[in-house]
């Protein structure tokens, strides 16, 4: 608790055997533009700026996580899931407090669901989010594969990001730049692959966002949009 909030009024339940549950976060304020998650006197703060927003047309949707531990993580990331953006207000320290986790959190989850979204969207059993440096690819999201990098050397985003385009492979076993890989002619054993360059406003390309088959194929102009 916040020694600020002592004598402030708050509506309370009448049920004299209600308790708080642990556990179980509250959607304070019900949105559909922006998730504000906010907890102790920050959601005060948090309702206020929910009322501001209102009235420029953007209505922010407010969680108290009301327990921190354990932490209802899929309430929040469910508001997240659906407006696709997130706000935490916290008062304490700028690194290493909850809000910096809970970003953390958000964030880590926000990269899986793009994964997952791909392999549905293109229908394969595999996909990656990539970021490659000097000697290596290590995967920052994977969806359908155990292994946590390989040697950038053999990797077919490395020829994505060195080219700053698209790659796209229909049949790797007919493509000389891949027909003899290791990756290829082992786990995962790549047929088909579609890579899109991850690249900064500044223009430094840092990985990609990928798709992998064990079948030869052909991917669709909307896929790759």
Not at 13 to 28: L, M
Not at 82 to 97: A, D, F, K, Q, S
Not at 197 to 223: N, Y
């Amino acid at each position: 608790e916040n020694e600020i909030l002592y004598g402030r009024s708050f509506e309370v339940p009448t049920n004299e055997d209600w308790t708080v549950p642990i556990g179980k976060a509250k959607v304070v304020r019900q949105g559909r533009d922006v998730t504000i998650v906010a907890f102790s006197i920050a959601v005060a703060h948090a309702l206020a700026a929910a009322e501001t927003l209102a009235a420029a047309g953007i209505e922010a949707e407010v969680i108290d996580p009301r327990t921190l531990r354990p932490l209802d993580l899929d309430t929040i990331l469910g508001s997240v899931r659906r407006t696709n953006r997130c706000v935490i207000v916290e008062e304490g320290w700028p690194h290493g407090g909850v809000g910096a986790n809970l970003a953390a959190l958000i964030g880590e989850q926000a990269f899986d669901d793009l994964t997952r979204m791909a392999a549905n969207v293109c229908d394969v059993p595999v996909a990656l989010i990539t970021l490659i440096d000097r000697d290596r690819q290590w995967f920052k999201s994977r969806h359908g594969l155990d292994a946590s990098e390989t040697p950038r050397e053999i990797s077919f985003c490395g020829h994505a990001v060195a080219e700053g385009k698209p790659l796209v492979v229909s049949d790797a076993l007919t493509d000389p730049r891949f027909a003899d890989n290791p990756l290829v002619a082992g786990p995962p054993h790549i047929r088909a692959y579609a890579g899109m360059p991850l690249t900064t406003s500044k223009g430094h390309t840092l990985g990609t966002l990928c798709v992998i088959d064990q079948t030869p194929r052909e991917f669709a102009v909307e896929d790759l949009a």
